[in-house]
């Protein structure tokens, strides 16, 4: 069985994403914002961030997915594009968490396409060791060196998403 070592606790999060999502609140005063999830693992996240964002805003989802088990299988497959128009529109991309970067760098490049106004970048976690592509990452609530972590949205294979804290899986 796969052990589990707890990281990161309900209330660590729950206090980092108010402080996130109030800096968000007051960085986008009078922007036009579309906060942009991607799935599947920032659902949870995404669910608390914009709930502490008060200022109007839409939610779209785009969905990219490039793990199997632990390793990245290097190709990233597109799953859903946005829904909304982002013409002219300050996006802000929410991720569950930036590894080698190759995932977030691809949908960047895709978004940049449909010419938004701005593209920002939030993380609920930046893991900085294995980094590929440099992307400035301007919200992140948590930074790690390594270690490949499940729950609070995060899976291994599918599984622990709904677990409500942050874990370590030794396998
Ligand atoms: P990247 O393309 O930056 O290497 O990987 C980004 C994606 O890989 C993340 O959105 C996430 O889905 C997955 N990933 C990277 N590191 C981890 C990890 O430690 N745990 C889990 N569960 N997924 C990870
Ligand atoms: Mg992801
Ligand atoms: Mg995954």
Redesign the pocket.
Known sequence: MPELIPLISQQEIKEKVREVGQRITLDYKGLDLVVVG?LK?SFVFLADLVRQITIEHEIDLVGAS??EGTS?TGQIVFTKQPDLELKGRDVLLV??????????ARIIESIQLLNPRSIKTCALID?NERREKQINMDYSCFCLDE????GYG???NEKYRNLPAIFDLKL
């Open positions: 991607v693992g490039s793990y990245s991720e569950d968490i930036v590894d080698t970067g190759q995932t977030l893991k270690g490949f972590i499940v995060l899976d291994y």
